[in-house]
């Protein structure tokens, strides 16, 4: 039974830095790509990043670009998201989610975990 | 860029049949698959439908998913309406610049 369990969120100040992880369990997590997706308060679904089932890709749109990075570690079966100079605005519910197919990307969202909360505020 | 348009809400009694719409912008919304994801309060999105129409192990077969190419949109049924099915139902895709896009979501009452 797949699992993701995601951890690090918390109240942080504008402009620092906070590093979000995600433990996979229940399936070979480095033969899958992963993705990074938030959900502001009472709002809609944003994508924030995609990595490759080795790590050696990533996406990520512009509002994150410049200031998120994504990584993995295949050896220890851990998914990051490093959140620098963050805004207010990126206060969400960060999500780490599954792709369906091994190998490869199918540009969505198979599993999800239960999700971390982070507050940008000072 | 594509952008994905659903209503802000629908409603529908117990039994019946409700398709939520998903408009895709001047990008084709064919061009790539769309999935579906139903999110109940305080949960995380799952998915119930992926790659237009196909449904998941678990997921009941009174959901369906389909593509109008005529009017650029994709659809999510649900038929024979359970109050369980009342949530907030969210399409997606990706563009031709990689990015994954979501719709603003559309929330279901079953009344």
């Known amino acids: 039974q797949v699992q993701l369990v995601e951890s690090g969120g918390g109240v942080v100040q504008p402009g620092r830095s906070l590093r979000l992880s995600c433990a996979p369990s229940g399936f070979t997590f480095g033969n899958y790509a992963m993705h990074w997706v938030r959900q502001t308060p009472g709002k809609g679904l944003q994508w924030v990043s995609l990595?490759?089932?080795?790590?050696?890709?990533?996406y990520n749109p512009d509002s994150v670009k410049g200031r998120f990075t994504i990584s993995r570690d295949n050896s220890k079966n851990t998914l990051f998201l490093q959140m620098n100079n963050v805004r207010a605005e990126d206060t969400a519910v960060y999500y780490c989610?599954?792709?369906?197919?091994?190998?490869?990307?199918?540009?969505?969202?198979?599993?999800w975990g239960q999700g971390t909360l982070v507050t940008v505020s000072s | 860029n594509l952008i994905l348009t659903q209503p802000h809400s629908v409603s529908e009694s117990p039994g019946k049949t409700v398709t939520i719409s998903c408009t895709g912008s001047s990008a084709s919304i064919t061009t790539n698959y769309v999935q579906w994801y139903q999110q109940r309060p305080g949960s995380a999105p799952t998915v119930v439908i992926y790659?237009?129409?196909?449904?998941p192990s678990g997921v009941p077969d009174r959901f369906s998913g389909s593509i109008d190419y005529s009017s650029n949109s994709a659809s999510l049924t649900i038929s024979g309406l359970k109050t369980e099915d009342e949530s907030h139902y969210y399409c997606q895709s990706y563009d031709s610049s990689n990015h994954v896009v979501f719709g603003g979501g559309t929330k279901l009452t079953v009344l």
């Open positions: 989610a599954k792709e369906r197919v091994a190998f490869s990307v199918t540009w969505s969202m198979y599993q």
């Open positions: 990595i490759s089932y080795d790590g050696t890709t990533e």
């Open positions: 790659e237009d129409n196909q449904r």
